[in-house]
T-cell receptor
């Protein structure tokens, strides 16, 4: 099993739809989690941190399920501008060299 | 409000040539990182510096060296470039190395012929 796994997609959904994707991790000792978005040929940009109690930022909701070892990202009322690749990041909190970026999930919003 | 600045943005090298990729951050971050990103491979950590004066190997350090020149600057050197090092290189920084998100520069696209 990979240390961090994401469905590569692509997810192709209509504008206004709700879309969700997960990221599973194998190290149960992992302590901090993030979602980044990366546009084509651009750098990754922090979208949001993921807190144990779950957190929301506008149309975006991130959740952590420690028992099943996954984090999720929910996007409501999707916009064309949400089209990007979404990377999950897992930090096992033992060393910076252990920070792991998922390979990303491609999301395409169609008009 | 520059954040993380990388130079150059594009570079083409011949096999065997050397070059240094520069990275500077103005956020007073302690930790800095170098990644490479290849299609289908995701981001892979080359080297990182948890704090000024320290550097450590990441997942794919072979063929690279780094220097943490001061708190702001972290350079990546290819001593003898190989075609396998063709990639997009990202520098990142964070307040600390364990629990804070990283902020990325806009990348260097490097091609080795």
């Amino acid at each position: 099993r990979k240390e961090v796994e994401q469905d590569p997609g692509p997810f192709n959904v209509p504008e206004g739809a709700t879309v969700a994707f997960n990221c599973t991790y194998s190290n149960s000792a992992s302590q901090s989690f993030f979602w980044y978005r990366q546009d084509c040929r651009k750098e990754p940009k922090l979208l949001m941190s993921v807190y144990s109690s779950g957190n929301e930022d506008g149309r975006f909701t991130a959740q952590l399920n420690r028992a099943s070892q996954y984090i999720s990202l929910l996007i409501r009322d999707s916009k064309l501008s949400d089209s990007a690749t979404y990377l999950c990041v897992v930090n096992p909190y033992s060393s910076a060299s252990k920070i792991i970026f998922g390979s990303g999930t491609r999301l395409s919003i169609r008009p | 409000n520059a954040g993380v600045t990388q130079t150059p943005k594009f570079q083409v090298l011949k096999t065997g040539q050397s070059m240094t990729l520069q990275c500077a951050q103005d956020m007073n971050h302690n930790s800095m990182y170098w990644y490479r990103q290849d299609p289908g491979m995701g981001l892979r950590l080359i080297y990182y510096s948890a704090s000024e004066g320290t550097t450590d190997k990441g997942e794919v350090p072979n063929g690279y060296n780094v220097s943490r020149l001061n708190k702001r600057e972290f350079s990546l050197r290819l001593e003898s470039a190989a075609p396998s090092q063709t990639s997009v290189y990202f520098c990142a920084s964070s307040h600390d190395s364990l629990n804070q998100p990283q902020h990325f520069g806009d990348g260097t696209r490097l091609s080795i012929l």
